[in-house]
């Protein structure tokens, strides 16, 4: 067509107007076209749309680490960067084209703006600022303004804890990310992350978890600001001020509505505001971003693109070289102009780079991608050996490009280092796609894919396992929706509370136990959303101890009373000691009337275990109403719950007692069949409710003798133990072997009899201080004589025979019972009714 100019349209405005779908829709209209994006997420997410609208055999997608290029494309999604220029195509676009100004990227996209055009039609999509110095460098393009679709509102700070729902989270550096994502979990149960360092796989794995809404917040650095599309209706602001790779600086009026903007979508208005210490927004700056008017941009980077190859210095000299139009400045120097100037004081590189050929060599090489930033010569020293195996073999060595690709596989680590090796991986795709660089292109492509999909995804993981707790999540969101009642709740009949189909934690009893790894915020929220489930339950509960046979209940040694392994309440100090009060545990699911039910059938359960433990105690009472003589005994007795400090007891009542169970001792008078470990066990635990005092651990059952115990005062004799010395022996043991020594000993010294100490569970050393205790003395033979055993007999001499201890009656006659005696007096015994 003669005399036909293509046309050239820029198309501008806030976000949210559409235009990079108007682009897509005039691209795919042409029969060839390429569209350039500012990140390789939305090459990558363009792409997806592309395919499916036109195939996948018709559409390709360049960036600098990834190329899928069919042979019959016609369509192509790239980077702005990776843009195929020298490719006929009737339609070609750039969007945000306002990044001409970026001091760092700009003067690639200064490039696009002076010199990429499609054979038909041109358009450049981005902010209004552009548009002066855009209509001065393109003077024939025609512009085009759209409005906003939706309404941008400030709202002002909000807390972290009170963002609503469907929130964005802005903050500026890595450590202020992972900071807020921890918090969100913790208050909100979880969030999305993205960050520019995320692969697309992790990205876009990260963005449908927010999409799909599995959680209600993300949490993201400034890379959202670049048209990725989510369904946010608010953005905040954790700081306004970011460090560019140079210096930390506050953010720009048109920056901080770039990503606000990202609040609304389509026809659904959005707000933005702060949170957390950000300082807040001035007036000014809140209307400007209100009403998307902004100064417009003086100067847009520019890099001389027509490069003389003839000589290091001489390449150096026109990437220096000032730009010859107003409205363009030169920018920051890229990596890549860094890394030439490094190397061009390398001798060894100097000296290979003497042809146009070598340098346009080391040119390329110097343009692999520092996806690290690790301001060290790492960098510079990757681009030298890639310069030098291309200049001398023409490939890079097989072996050299596997082996770094396999080791960037693994999978461990923490996520800054999965991030780390993403970074390292992108720089081998890039090399890997370079066909003319590596032999088997397409096989390393794939190798450096694979590597990145495994990383991408053990990065997804790990950021889910540290900033999504989904249990919470869905219950937050279920709460913040303001319909409690609307969460499905249940209890299992294990015990175990279920909310939306997630445990939250178990009913021990009457006590709800929240997970064990819910904590702080999380604690209040499962609590709240437990509630409900267990409003229905507790009064369940309540009916089922009720009608419970008393085989469900146990009664522990600490006083603590369980039904069905779970404890709900505990004996205190009652009218009596065979009475004791039942306390029920503390349960915010209980009521008064509730507590006065369970309380009287454990009471009841209670009074049937001492009327069956202490039976002997029952029927002996009972039996003493019969007989005035013993009825006051029995009653002391009855008191003591079984053993009696020895006091003066009538000769003639002793046939008497032993008739209905009880033993008139030296020691004690007292009932042996509660000496027995079950009745023992139960009057330990009365005495403990009733002096208020902690139950230690009890003996053994069939323990003779214990080392004397520390024990709270009283309970030792209480139980039936006697003190002698370093050795406490059982009451009715006491009583047996004290009596049989006695009568041996009633006239004059008598031998120790065989096997003594082992009948008291003793050593030999502890036998002369446990006699002793017994009222018993322990005298060395050599210091009797033999006449202390009466006229000479064989047996009886050598029974006595020197150094053989033996045994003698007391010196005096046994003192009567101390009234100090610590058998201590206990409270009043509760008579049961026969």
Aim: with cysteine.
């Amino acid at each position: 067509m003669s005399g036909f100019a293509p046309r050239v349209k820029a198309v501008l405005g806030p976000t949210n107007t559409g235009k990079t779908h108007l682009a897509i829709e005039r691209l795919l209209g042409h029969s060839s076209g390429i569209i350039g994006f500012p990140l390789r997420l939305l090459a990558r997410e363009n792409y997806d749309r592309m395919v499916s609208l036109k195939g996948a055999r018709h559409v390709a997608l360049i960036t600098g680490e990834e190329k899928i290029v069919p042979p019959d494309a016609r369509w192509f999604s790239c980077t702005v960067e990776a843009m195929p220029l020298d490719r006929p195509v009737e339609f070609i676009a750039v969007d945000e084209i306002q990044l001409c100004a970026d001091a760092d990227r700009g003067h690639v996209f200064t490039d696009r703006l002076l010199n990429a055009r499609g054979m038909v039609e041109t358009m450049f999509l981005g902010a209004e600022t552009i548009r002066k110095l855009l209509k001065r460098l393109v003077p024939d393009a025609e512009i085009e303004t759209r409005p906003r679709l939706s309404q941008l509102s400030f709202t002002g700070a909000t807390k972290l804890s009170r963002l609503p729902p469907r929130s964005a989270i802005v903050a500026f550096s890595a450590a202020e990310v992972y900071a807020i994502a921890e918090a969100v979990r913790s208050r909100r149960g979880g969030c999305a992350v993205v960050m520019g360092r995320l692969s697309p796989r992790t990205r876009n794995a990260q963005v449908a978890l927010y999409q799909d809404k599995e959680v209600d917040f993300l949490v993201a650095t400034d890379a959202i600001g670049m048209g990725l599309n989510m369904d946010v209706d608010h953005v905040a602001f954790a700081g306004l001020s970011k460090f560019d790779g140079h210096r930390p600086r506050p953010l720009a009026a048109a920056e901080i509505a770039q990503i606000a903007g990202r609040a609304g979508r389509g026809m659904r208005d959005g707000t933005f505001g702060t949170t957390g210490r950000c300082r807040p927004l001035t007036e000014d700056l809140v209307s400007a971003v209100e009403a998307h008017a902004f100064e417009p941009l003086e100067q847009l980077a520019w890099r001389n693109s027509t490069l003389d190859f003839s000589s290091i210095e001489a390449l150096l000299a026109s990437l220096l070289s000032a730009p010859d139009r107003q409205g363009l400045t030169r920018g920051h120097d890229a990596s890549d102009l860094l890394t030439l100037s490094a190397l061009s004081g390398d001798r060894a590189i100097s000296d290979r780079a003497r042809t146009p050929r070598a340098v346009r060599l080391l040119w390329d090489a110097c343009q692999i991608p520092d996806f690290r930033k690790l301001a060290t010569d790492i960098h510079t020293k990757l681009c030298a050996r890639v310069f030098q195996h291309l200049l001398e073999d023409g490939v890079l060595p097989e072996e050299w490009v596997a082996a770094q690709i396999a080791v960037l596989g693994r999978t461990d680590g923490d996520i800054d280092t999965l991030m780390q090796r993403l970074a390292d991986v992108r720089i081998w795709a890039y090399i890997a796609a370079r066909a003319d660089w590596v032999r088997n292109a397409l096989v390393w492509q794939g190798r450096a894919r694979e590597a990145e999909d495994l990383l991408s995804d053990a990065l997804h993981e790990k950021l889910m396992a540290r900033f999504v707790d989904r249990r919470a999540a869905r219950i937050t969101r279920g709460l913040d929706a303001g319909e409690p009642a609307g969460l499905i709740s249940a209890v299992t009949g294990a015990g175990e509370v279920v909310v939306e189909g997630h445990p939250v934690g178990r009913v021990d009893g009457f006590r709800f136990e929240p997970d064990a790894t819910i904590g702080g915020a999380d604690k209040r929220l499962v609590l709240r959303a437990a509630r409900r489930a267990l409003g229905g339950e507790m009064p369940r509960r309540v009916a089922r101890v009720e009608s419970a046979p008393d085989g469900a209940f146990a009664l522990q040694p600490d006083g603590v009373i369980a039904w069905q392994g779970a404890p709900i309440a505990r004996l205190r100090q009652g009218s009596a000691l065979l009475a004791p009060a039942i306390e029920i545990i503390d349960s915010e699911f209980l009521d008064g009337a509730q507590r006065e039910t369970l309380r009287a059938r454990l009471a009841r359960y209670v009074d049937a275990i001492i009327a069956h433990d202490l039976m002997p105690l029952f029927a002996a009472a009972r039996a003493a109403e019969q007989n005035p003589a013993l009825r006051g005994v029995v009653h002391r007795l009855a008191e003591q719950a079984g053993v009696l400090p020895a006091a003066p007891i009538d000769a003639a009542l002793r046939p008497a007692l032993r008739r209905i169970g009880v033993r008139a001792g030296t020691f004690a008078l007292y009932l042996p069949a509660l000496l027995k470990p079950r009745p023992a066990t139960l009057r330990a635990i009365l005495w403990a409710a009733w002096r208020k005092r902690w139950l230690p651990p009890l003996p053994a059952p069939g323990m003779v003798s214990i080392a004397t115990p520390d024990w709270p005062a009283g309970l030792a004799s209480f139980m039936g133990w006697l003190d002698c010395g370093p050795r406490a022996v059982r009451l009715d043991i006491a009583e047996r072997i004290a009596a049989d020594l006695r009568y041996a000993a009633r006239r004059r010294p008598a031998p120790v009899p065989p096997g003594l100490a082992s009948r008291l569970g003793i050593s030999q050393d502890e036998l002369a201080p446990v006699l002793r205790g017994l009222g018993l003395r322990l005298i060395p033979a050599e210091l009797l004589d033999d006449t202390q055993f009466g006229p000479p007999q064989p047996a009886r001499i050598a029974i006595a025979a020197p150094r053989k201890p033996v045994i003698a009656p007391p010196a005096e006659p046994a003192p009567a019972p101390n009234p100090d005696h610590p058998f201590a007096v206990l409270a009043a015994y509760r008579r049961e009714a026969s």
